[in-house]
């Protein structure tokens, strides 16, 4: 088999691996009645996966980020949440003001 | 309430239009870029942003072929950082399969499901009537899709175009974006669980990099759950 074929494989498998999550979920959706505890609970472990994704994301990054430090890494997320949460819950502001402190420690810092 | 098609698309469309969009052409450039750099084609990088529609698991794709770990394993990989399509579907369903005639079209449609779709769902859903519901989700994660295809492709030839830190910034975008959108949240418990799944994401990582997610999410969606059990739902 090429490297080429084996690639697409990878692809192919890892988009099938994936689907299988959701289609999990939309079988198991047919019969949840969006009023039970049961649904209250897994909202609840959507949230704390999508916190605990996030927080690992920053601070034990895979790929490119692994070459930013630390603190920079931190720094940009503190500044976007305070700019945030200052200024009334913006999302722009917030989310502008971190990138650009990010980038700016990344370029002089 | 909205409650006819166009308002429900007018709502969709102003709602997608401008930040979701434009997060996703930005970061989907950064992950077109890395793919580009791990040796995938562009008609790979497409593939992956379409068919995985999920940042994290399509960085650990490229990264891990680019670091040559065998096909298995990043297949295996992939999938469990993808795990939480799984609770993140059955949280979103029910409150739109009502709006559908046949179920069928749920399993369709849940490929379009992101972090995004489901936050905007989450939040707009109480005003929209619910036979609207999947409109609304389909124009909303359309657009989503197709800029994050765009932007994939912008990031595939534009590599090399870019500063390093621009181009470390775009991949940085992604958590900071996710941070500040659920940081909006405003129900009881899900700011517990999101508090609680801080500090147990990167600790149960540390243990377990294959199912820490997994953990993560059942432990500490259980104890924010737990706690609120008697105070309200866990939803907006």
Known sequence: MSEHT?????????????????????????????????FQWITCVSYAMLAGLIARMVLIPVGPLTEVPLWIRLTGMVVGLGVFFLLGRRVLAGVSAGLLVFIALVAYG | MIDTPGKTYRQAARDALGFPALMLLASMTGFGSLARESGLTLGM??????GIWGLPGQVALAEMHAAGVSALFVILAVSLANARFFPMAVSFIPLMRGGVRRYGWMFA????LSINSWAAGIRRFPEIAVQMRPRYYVAFAGICMLSGLVGTAIGFYGVGA????AALGLI??????FAV???G???????TALLVGIPLGPIFHWLSPEWGLLATGLIGGSLAFWIHRLRGPCHE
């Open chain 2, 45 to 50: 990088a497409l593939s992956t942003t379409a």
């Open chain 2, 162 to 165: 870019m500063s390093r830190p």
């Open chain 2, 109 to 112: 449609l849940v490929q379009l």
């Open chain 2, 181 to 183: 959108l659920l940081a």
């Open chain 1, 6 to 38: 084996l690639l697409w494989l990878v692809v192919l498998g890892s988009i099938g691996a994936t689907y299988a999550w959701r289609m999990l979920g939309a079988m198991l959706s047919r019969d949840v009645n969006p009023e039970s505890a049961f």
């Open chain 2, 185 to 191: 949240t405003r129900a009881g418990p899900a700011i």
């Open chain 2, 172 to 177: 940085f975008l992604n958590p900071l974006f």
